[in-house]
């Protein structure tokens, strides 16, 4: 890169310092951009320095750059007088609003205010937002950041684009659950404005998204580390979704799901399963089947014991055998027991763990929040295209939340009588979620409600269309609209692409059963049981050498002295690896807030602590090393049951 003459023109300020600096500051962050973010990084490497705004010395002799306003005036990106200073207030007064140091930066220039935070806050995370690719290159010359970058702390959004923000933004889950603050600096409002409030919104949303998924993965951990591990016999004994891939190439798939607009499509879906395959969730299987339509596979992933109502006492003539049920193995067990046909089980990590020394080859599909996502995802290892969405609403159509009809009512029947009907129940489900509802319009145009956990369905339903390779319709009527996909009646869609049989061997093998390797299982959990109880005991240890500890941090000597047997006890932790990943598996919660005491307490030199720091690390240590000897005690419950099953123990109801 030779652009010496360029950059000093570009910084118009003493050309030797100002060349070398900025040389230097551009090479390091570029170097460092490389390694994180390798588009960007190209992006901008190519980008002429002759380009870049003219960077002018304010008053003080540090920098600021003059920018084209929207309307086309001219202005200033920082103070023209002490721009460091202001960067320096706005960053201050930002950390001591935020509860966690993490920064979503619009209208940022050069970057001080980037720099001021990093000053003023703990290893700070800052998302810097910026449409203008010219204006981010001289930033990246005005100052080395490639500290930050490499550390994946310093972040750029140039795109108000969904799924580059929800890209973006996953790599960083914890602090997204923990808080992001805006910093919205006065060039936003007027250099790009369409751009900073659309990301705006788009960061809000995924911020919503994110705190429901992770929630729910804290909430339901220990029910997901108890389900797929009474799951065991049937995952081994149940073959997975390896030979399905591709197995429907170019067919229509229909996916069903429990929308109120699912009512005005049943009559018609009978007509249609020789033409598509019909790929159900859980819910509507019985109604489908009780209307003469068994979908050809039917999803289930859902935690709740209830989800083995769906399954128990089909209608009279339902043929379960002539639908394959395809389960995540977090699935309630009683799903799997009531379930009378053939199914096949994903691949799960935890399950894996458990099982090393042998463990059944299982094919994965991606992780989604709904028994509807993973209807998507099987249709697309089926290969099929179109995928056409029935009763996916997302809203409550109608004033509706479930579907006449469907097995919910027979929940209701003992509550009902002519002063509680089916439709206040109904109004009653939506209105328990009146905190979170959402007024949104359907895709006829329709007032309706909505809520935040419906709309995260909805952001990743976006998401995943937006990756997809086949076509995806919705069959009206819907509710909500989802971007990427077609509104067309069921009719027409018929009409033009299920006119062709299915083909033949779309259930070939699918009363296969994989070899039952039982007893290996076994051995497998004895084993873990054996592991964790070693942690278990090394947990107890650490607990009572902690305590000890707490109470030297005025005493330095004995303290250094006893903490070395902290370094031995972690050694011990470290052989006992598979069951520490295991129990902390069980103990996302432990995770989630030794993460945020880290993010707290700040620093990683524990050398240099204050005894009020070193207490307060201690403390969180504690706190940790308990929830982790309780993840023992539950798991050292569990595993014994699980062991029952495989040894031919009753099933779980």
């Known amino acids: 890169m030779n652009a010496a003459s360029v950059v000093i023109d570009t910084f118009d300020v003493d050309g030797r310092a100002a060349l070398k600096t900025a040389r230097?500051?551009?090479?390091?962050?570029?170097?460092?951009?490389?390694?994180?973010?390798?588009?960007?990084?190209?992006?901008?490497?190519?980008?002429?320095?002759?380009?870049?705004?003219?960077?002018?010395?304010?008053?003080?002799?540090?920098?600021?750059?003059?920018?084209?306003?929207?309307?086309?005036?001219?202005?200033?990106?920082?103070?023209?007088?002490?721009?460091?200073?202001?960067a320096g207030r706005t960053a201050s007064r930002a950390a001591a609003a935020a509860g966690n140091p993490a920064f979503v930066v619009q209208g940022g220039g050069l970057g001080h205010v980037w720099a001021a935070l990093e000053a003023v806050a703990e290893r700070p995370v800052v998302i810097a937002c910026e449409p203008d690719l010219a204006v981010l290159k001289a930033a990246l010359c005005a100052a080395d950041h490639a500290a930050a970058i490499r550390e994946g702390r310093l972040v750029f959004i140039t795109q108000a684009d969904k799924r580059l923000v929800h890209d973006t933004l996953t790599a960083m889950n914890a602090d997204v659950m923990l808080g992001l603050q805006f910093v919205t600096l006065p060039p936003a409002s007027r250099c790009g404005a369409e751009f900073h409030a659309r990301i705006r919104a788009l960061v809000t949303d995924y911020i919503a998204f994110a705190r429901m998924q992770i929630t729910t993965l804290v909430r339901n951990a220990r029910q997901t580390c108890r389900n797929i591990t009474l799951n065991l016999r049937d995952y081994v004994r149940s073959p997975g979704i390896e030979s399905l891939r591709n197995r429907a190439a170019g067919v229509p798939a229909i996916l069903v799901a429990a929308g109120p607009s699912l009512a005005a499509h049943l009559d018609a879906l009978p007509a249609l399963r020789e033409r598509a395959v019909i790929i159900a969730v859980q819910t509507v299987y019985k109604l489908l089947c009780a209307r003469g339509c068994p979908p050809h596979f039917v999803t289930s992933l859902d935690y709740h014991e209830l989800s083995g109502d769906f399954f128990r006492d089909p209608p009279p003539g339902a043929d379960a055998c002539g639908t394959l049920l395809i389960a995540e193995p977090k699935a309630h067990p009683s799903v799997l027991d009531a379930f009378s046909g053939p199914r096949r089980l994903l691949h799960s990590p935890f399950a894996h763990e458990l099982l090393c020394e042998r463990p059944p080859i299982r094919a994965a599909l991606r992780a989604g929040s709904t028994v509807a996502h993973l209807s998507l995802y099987l249709a697309q290892h089926l290969g099929c295209d179109p995928i056409i969405f029935v009763g996916q609403d997302l809203c409550c159509t109608d004033g509706l939340y479930y579907p006449p009809g469907t097995p919910i009512e027979d929940v209701w029947r003992p509550e009902l009588s002519r002063f509680c009907t089916v439709e206040m129940k109904q109004w009653e489900r939506i209105a328990r979620s009146r905190s979170i509802l959402r007024r949104v319009t359907d895709s006829a145009g329709r007032p309706a409600y909505s809520d935040e956990q419906l709309f995260t369905y909805a952001e990743q339903f976006e998401a995943d269309i937006a990756a997809s390779a086949a076509r995806v319709l919705l069959a009206a009527p819907t509710g909500v609209a989802l971007a990427g996909a077609q509104v067309r009646p069921l009719a027409d869609i018929a009409a033009q692409y299920c006119q062709r049989p299915l083909p033949a061997d779309l259930l070939r093998d699918a009363g296969d059963m994989a070899a039952d390797d039982a007893g290996a299982a076994a051995a497998s959990i004895e084993a873990r049981i054996r592991e964790i109880r070693e942690l278990r005991r090394i947990s107890e240890r650490m607990l009572g050498l902690l305590d000890e500890l707490a109470g030297l941090t005025d005493r330095p000597a004995e303290f250094n002295r006893r903490i070395a047997l902290v370094d031995d006890l972690r050694a011990q932790v470290a052989r006992c690896d598979r069951a520490f990943r295991l129990v902390t598996e069980a103990s996302q919660l432990a995770e989630l807030r030794r993460f945020s005491a880290d993010r707290q307490i700040g620093g990683d030199s524990p050398e240099h602590d204050s005894p009020q720091t070193a207490l307060r690390r201690l403390r969180r240590d504690g706190e940790f090393v308990a929830a982790i000897r309780d993840g023992c005690d539950f798991l050292l419950d569990l595993l014994p049951q699980a062991l029952d099953r495989l040894r031919g123990g009753g099933a779980t109801r």
């Open 24 to 86: 230097a500051a551009w090479l390091s962050n570029l170097g460092a951009l490389y390694q994180r973010i390798p588009d960007l990084a190209a992006r901008l490497d190519a980008l002429p320095f002759a380009q870049l705004p003219r960077v002018e010395a304010a008053r003080d002799g540090t920098l600021t750059v003059r920018l084209i306003a929207d309307d086309g005036a001219p202005v200033f990106a920082h103070s023209r007088h002490e721009p460091l200073v202001e």
